[in-house]
T-cell receptor, first 113, second 116 residues
Framework: GENVEQHPSTLSVQEGDSAVIKCTYS??????FPWYKQELGKGPQLIID?????GEKKDQRIAVTLNKTAKHFSLHITETQPEDSAVYFC????????????FGKGTSLLVTP | GAVVSQHPSRVICKSGTSVKIECRSL??????MFWYRQFPKQSLMLMAT?????????EQGVEKDKFLINHASLTLSTLTVTSAHPEDSSFYIC????????????FGPGTRLTVL
């Protein structure tokens, strides 16, 4: 079936540096791409999302870019802080219904002081 | 806004018993809710799509008679794990789709199920 590939699986950066997580998807009909942050023992929290009619979206220190032709999208976190440490999941809508999501395998981000 | 709650947050039960998990959208009506399962250090696996007033749609490999889903109102969906076994131990998370064109999914805090 359709899937979402996410890289890297782990990422360690120093406080203040930038972090980039990349995802690729295979379903050409996907049109909605959210990013979630999950802390240990908690549910995923939506941090930013992008739709197929937009190439880039930014919200303070977080930005997402989308290349529909290449079927990949990326999360950029600038000026990282220790509290950014968590597991980040990318997802792509299954088809263009905007309903169910296929998730990447996650990236464990560690920001060291 | 867009808060989704789950109850209980954690449950321990004996093998062979049934466990019910509730998922509520607190400040919006959700015609569609989703149930996911997550094993330690793994991604979220979609189990089923729950539509208010109709039968749930299960993903391939998910036993509908074991994982009973009821979506009786626009703010509540329940997942019942019937005749639970140790291999059913997992983190169960629901999400609710916000209404309108946004189609954004908001997740609950999850329920940790441990079957002894």
């Amino acid at each position: 079936g359709e899937n979402v590939e996410q890289h890297p699986s782990t990422l360690s950066v120093q406080e203040g540096d930038s972090a980039v997580i990349k995802c690729t998807y295979s379903d050409s009909a996907s049109n909605y791409f959210p990013w979630y942050k999950q802390e240990l023992g908690k549910g995923p929290q939506l941090i930013i999302d992008i739709r197929s009619n937009v190439g880039e979206k930014k919200d303070q220190r977080i930005a997402v870019t989308l290349n529909k032709t290449a079927k990949h999208f990326s999360l950029h976190i600038t000026e990282t802080q220790p509290e950014d440490s968590a597991v980040y999941f990318c997802a792509a809508s299954i088809g263009n219904s905007g309903y169910a999501l296929n998730f990447g395998k996650g990236t464990s981000l560690l920001v060291t002081p | 806004g867009a808060v989704v709650s789950q109850h209980p947050s954690r449950v321990i039960c004996k093998s062979g018993t049934s466990v019910k998990i509730e998922c509520r959208s607190l400040d919006f009506q959700a015609t569609t809710m989703f149930w996911y399962r997550q094993f330690p250090k793994q991604s979220l696996m979609l189990m089923a799509t729950s539509n208010e007033g109709s039968k749930a749609t299960y993903e391939q490999g998910v036993e509908k008679d074991k994982f009973l889903i009821n979506h009786a109102s626009l703010t509540l969906s329940t997942l019942t794990v019937t005749s639970a076994h140790p291999e059913d131990s997992s983190f169960y998370i629901c999400s609710a789709r916000s209404p309108g064109p946004a189609d954004t999914q908001y997740f609950g805090p999850g329920t940790r199920l441990t079957v002894l």
